[in-house]
């Protein structure tokens, strides 16, 4: 396999360094969706942790090395992992968001006891912002998904994946700023080749997908999708680099194959989903040849819901 910036040997030791709180989450087949979806499911649980969501796993690593202060771009899951990261290492953390940001993720990072401050703006007027702080107050700027850290946090799911005693056809990992995608198919490309890699995003934020295809990066204009998890328009060259070498593929579904993964794993696998981590089950909804007679893994990553709009969508 080309290189990418990941190293399967820093990958192993980040292990050491994260809360065991992240480490080894349920990985299991459920079969109450296979007679809907039309293949073997099995599905890695990242939302039974303190933040509800794999970033954890890369917030303890990049908080392993700090000391004094960072400040973050967050959509919201990112923000919750740094702050309580930070937290338990006395950090002193600051977090930007679109004002248009899932309130209860919003109301978590303040309840972890980070600075919290709002944009009127998407998530790259954040981003922004963020590093406009890092540069005025001379501190740590975390860049999700550029940061090797954040990657390798990540990646430590696809070291869990290869370890099991279940092999898979196809590895589908939602794909936003693309430290998942990128930390887990780095793994599962190196250590089990023969397992198929797939980014899915949402089609309301198509630039990595769009970047993928491309082979360069494409910027799109405003987003419009539920999944503000993943909701990026300005894909980071070195990471899009990365993903050119380990996804096999990188597609997109609709805000409704979104709703309808949510309502599946609600409702067959007693599972809160956010909108981004019902990108895999969207994907096979949308594309049941390709995936009929397989055993395909999704990674459930995160469960930071509006609980209104979760009602609404779910109903």
């Keep these: 396999m080309p290189e990418t ?10 292990r050491e360094v994260i809360d065991p709180v992240f480490l080894d989450t349920p990985l299991y087949r459920c079969e109450a969706l296979e007679p809907v979806l039309g293949c073997a499911v099995s599905i890695k649980l990242e939302t039974a942790n303190p933040v509800r969501s794999f970033k954890g796993r890369g917030t303890e690593v990049v908080a392993s090395g700090l000391a004094g202060a960072v400040v973050c771009a967050s959509a919201g899951n990112l923000g919750q992992a740094l702050a309580w990261s ?30 919290l401050e709002l944009v009127d703006g998407d998530h790259e007027l954040a981003r922004e912002r963020a590093a406009a702080i890092a540069r005025r107050e001379g501190i740590r700027l975390v860049e999700d998904s550029l940061d090797l850290e954040t990657c390798e946090g990540a990646a430590t799911i696809g070291l869990e994946l290869v370890d099991a005693a279940t092999s ?13 995608a990128t930390g887990v198919g780095h793994v599962v490309r190196a250590l089990a080749p023969g397992t198929e890699v797939l980014g899915v995003q949402p089609a309301g934020a198509p630039a990595m997908t769009r970047s993928w295809h491309a082979r360069r990066v494409v910027t799109t204009g405003p987003t419009n999708t539920i999944a503000d998890g993943v909701a990026g328009r300005r894909p980071i060259p070195e990471v899009l ?18 709703i309808a993964g949510m309502r599946l794993l609600l ?6 989903a956010e909108p981004s981590a019902a990108l895999g089950i969207a994907a096979i909804l949308e594309d049941r040849d390709r ?25």
């Design 267 to 272: 409702e067959h696998a007693g599972l809160v």
């Design 241 to 258: 680099a990365d993903l050119l070498v380990v996804a096999h593929d990188a597609v997109l579904v609709t805000d409704a194959s979104i």
């Design 291 to 315: 995936f009929a007679g397989r055993h395909v893994v999704t990674v459930v990553c995160g469960g930071n819901v509006d609980l209104g709009a979760y009602r609404h969508w779910v109903r």
């Design 168 to 180: 898979f056809d196809a590895v589908l990992l939602a794909l936003g700023g693309g430290a998942l």
């Design 5 to 14: 910036r990941l190293d399967l040997a820093r990958i192993r030791a980040a």
């Design 86 to 115: 930070g937290r338990g290492r006395g950090l002193d953390v600051t977090v930007v968001a679109s004002r248009h940001a899932t309130a209860a993720k919003l109301d978590r990072i303040r309840a972890l006891g980070a600075r």
